[in-house]
T-cell receptor, first 110, second 114 residues
Framework: GEDVEQSLFLSVREGDSSVINCTYTDSSSTYLYWYKQEPGAGLQLLTYIFSNMDMKQDQRLTVLLNKKDKHLSLRIADTQTGDSAIYFC??????????FGAGTRLFVKA | NAGVTQTPKFQVLKTGQSMTLQCAQDMNHNSMYWYRQDPGMGLRLIYY???????DKGEVPNGYNVSRLNKREFSLRLESAAPSQTSVYFC?????????????FGPGTRLTVL
């Protein structure tokens, strides 16, 4: 069945770049998403990429998609302490079904 | 424009008690969802409602029921709570007529079953 996998933790120093990786199994995914969850809150969409794109940049965020390897990454440039959160990778194949990964907890050290 | 709201924020139940989690959205979205979030397991879909008047099971529906009361409201009921249902519950909505099916989440209900 469909599955989305992410590493559970990442620690970086303030000002460095963070790279959060994700692999997925369903090659028919149409959209891939990155959501952010801050403590005590629900998930908020950060960015998404359509499956026919290789890269998407949005200010400090860069999303890279390797369809052949079913690998998605999120790069956060100049990481700040306010970026500390849990980041969820998700894939959608339509049909009201979005599969979420377990989330990567990003720690940013001052 | 409040987005997606959920009540209550916190709840403690004893095994066997029942309760209903409420969710409402003011974005005129067609689709609504209930997820549970457990440590290390991400979000798992319990039930969803593609449009007003329809509901369907997700990945983990056992022990739950839902009602799509109208376009705005989607409630989740636990008839006889069990400790395994201790979790954080999120409601979400999406405009499924759009292209990306981005989901908008409520702040969550933290439920403990003793």
């Amino acid at each position: 069945g469909e599955d989305v996998e992410q590493s559970l933790f990442l620690s970086v120093r303030e000002g460095d770049s963070s790279v959060i990786n994700c692999t997925y199994t369903d090659s028919s995914s149409t959209y891939l998403y990155w959501y952010k969850q801050e403590p005590g809150a629900g998930l908020q969409l950060l960015t998404y990429i359509f499956s026919n794109m290789d890269m998407k940049q949005d200010q400090r965020l860069t999303v890279l998609l390797n369809k052949k390897d079913k690998h998605l990454s999120l790069r956060i440039a100049d990481t700040q302490t306010g970026d500390s959160a849990i980041y969820f990778c998700a894939e959608s194949t339509g049909g009201f079904k979005t599969i979420f990964g377990a989330g990567t907890r990003l720690f940013v050290k001052a | 424009n409040a987005g997606v709201t959920q009540t209550p924020k916190f709840q403690v139940l004893k095994t066997g008690q029942s309760m209903t989690l409420q969710c409402a959205q003011d974005m005129n979205h067609n689709s609504m969802y209930w997820y549970r979030q457990d440590p290390g397991m991400g979000l798992r879909l319990i039930y969803y409602s593609a449009s007003e008047g329809t509901t369907d099971k997700g990945e983990v529906p056992n022990g739950y029921n839902v009602s799509r009361l109208n376009k705005r409201e989607f409630s989740l009921r636990l008839e006889s709570a069990a400790p395994s249902q201790t979790s954080v519950y999120f409601c979400a909505s999406s405009d499924s007529s759009g292209s990306t099916d981005t989901q908008y989440f409520g702040p969550g209900t933290r439920l403990t079953v003793l």
